[in-house]
């Protein structure tokens, strides 16, 4: 199974708004944590201090695994909310991603460029940036209150924020973030079977008919005319000539609907690629039939899933990764398979995947065949920040039942300072989208309770340093 980005879904509804920022780099040390390399580079953060009054905080947005520009204009929430309480609007960038690169365009062309690419430098990257922006802004003897935000591998970010560097921020909103989803906290079934459960709702038939066509597309393409025949009726931009083609192909159309699982929003987006309102329905409803087989399901199929791969119809040839975008896919490559190993796999009892087993060993071997390094550990991450062993304080975590990543979340709390807000109807960090018309309670009343405890948050760092 492909290694799944954590971000693929980061975008408004179809918005017409258009949030204003200015552009500013600042240099950064490319290591923070040994004094052999004195290198920097040019970090790029986007800023908007017009909402901003003196005793305000600053939002701050960790950036994950994209570039930057694309979570600026898809987090709405955040700026409302900004506004709302007139902070200072900060989004930074995740170094190797955007232009964020550390070596220019030698950053990824070796392992010693590339082995910086780590959250704990990135960690380290937004601290030092916290601490410019307090010297540039800071009028009073108290420093500016900071609430940090992330969505998904950047709501990890925000929650490894606050744990480590809680000096330099007050709270943090950390929106589906799988901070569990690691080796030995969470089985690595978990994701798939949740994936199964939002199509199922939708529609039994097409997760049997899903469940089947894994087999179909197999007996098929096992020959070259069925390979083209396949290659033909799906209009696939790189005809199928292998038994790796044909890999690669079961493996996208898993990410695929794990992809519509996450952005399964009731409105439509459009931001990987535009997709009608409530997509898994939508793609559900093209092979919603109980005698479907062979090329007959095939075809189906291709019309189901161009829900996601060509919804507007202008797409031409179908390639599987035309949709990544602003997203740094070979970064998060590298990151998923050394630091951030997040194990998937099926078992028989999942109703719409074949049974896949985890495989650390292949993701050694692919990490060192792609980028020339080899990792001896799947526990680095825990290591790193401790699990579930972890201690966190002013903190909140939201997660949407519907949304695979939940698996991995945290989900409730024993802890007075630690809130685990659930949406049981939402999908991928919904709540850190812009407001819209169709929300449903559930995520009206999580932002308004994101909005009082930060509200309290920011009343309580008051009183303390009055």
């Not at 409730?412 to 659930?422: E, F, G, L, P």
Request: net charge neutral; proline share 3%.
């Amino acid at each position: 199974m492909r290694i799944i980005c954590l971000l693929f879904l980061f975008a408004a509804a179809i918005a017409d708004e258009t949030y204003i920022y200015k552009t500013e780099y600042l240099q950064t040390p490319v290591d923070h944590f040994s004094f052999t390399n004195n290198e920097t580079f040019q970090l790029r953060y986007l800023i908007n201090d017009t909402f901003w009054r003196n005793g305000g905080p600053i939002f701050f947005y960790t950036g994950n695994e994209g570039d930057i520009t694309m979570f600026a204009q898809n987090t709405g929430f955040m700026w409302e909310l900004g506004q709302q309480l007139d902070a200072m609007v900060i989004f930074a960038e995740h170094r190797y991603y955007g232009k964020s690169m550390p070596f220019g365009d030698k950053s990824y062309a070796e392992p010693k460029y590339l082995g910086y690419l780590t959250s704990t430098q990135a960690l380290a990257d937004y601290v030092y940036l916290l601490d410019f922006i307090q010297k540039s802004y800071k009028k009073e003897p108290t420093r500016i209150p900071v609430i940090a935000f992330g969505g998904s591998y950047g709501g990890m970010l925000a929650a490894w924020l606050r744990q480590k560097y809680s000096y330099a921020v007050d709270g943090a909103v950390a929106s589906s973030a799988p901070i569990y989803q690691f080796q030995g906290l969470t089985d690595c079934t978990a994701f798939n079977n949740i994936v199964s459960k939002v199509y199922k709702v939708s529609s039994q038939n097409a997760v049997r008919n899903i469940k089947k066509s894994w087999s179909v597309i197999k007996n098929i393409t096992g020959n070259d005319e069925g390979k083209l025949w396949l290659s033909k009726e799906w209009k696939l931009c790189k005809p199928l000539n292998s038994s790796q083609d044909i890999t690669d192909l079961t493996e996208a159309l898993e990410e695929l609907y794990g992809n519509i699982a996450m952005i399964n929003y009731n409105y439509p987006t459009n931001f990987l690629a535009p997709v009608p309102a409530n997509p898994v329905q939508a793609l559900c409803d093209r092979i919603d039939q109980s005698n479907l087989d062979g090329k007959d399901l095939l075809t189906a199929l291709g019309k189901a899933i161009s829900i996601y791969t060509n919804y507007t119809g202008a797409v031409k040839c179908l390639d599987f990764n035309s949709t990544a975008g602003s997203l740094g896919i070979n970064g998060w490559d590298f990151q998923a398979c050394t630091e951030m190993v997040m194990p998937m796999c099926t078992n028989l009892s999942n109703e719409m995947f074949e049974p896949s087993a985890w495989d650390f060993k292949k993701t050694v071997d692919d990490c060192y065949k792609k980028f020339g390094v080899r990792i001896t550990r799947d526990d680095l991450a825990i290591l790193a920040y401790g699990g579930k062993e972890a201690e966190y304080s002013n903190l909140i975590f939201t997660n949407g039942l519907l949304d695979p990543w939940s698996s991995g979340g945290v989900l409730k709390s024993n802890t007075r300072s630690v809130y685990a807000i659930i949406i049981p109807d939402g999908a991928h960090h919904l709540d850190l989208r812009s407001s819209n018309s169709k929300d449903r309670s559930s995520v009206i009343s999580a932002r308004e309770n994101i909005r009082n405890i930060i509200q309290i948050w920011l009343k309580l760092y008051k009183q303390t340093y009055n």
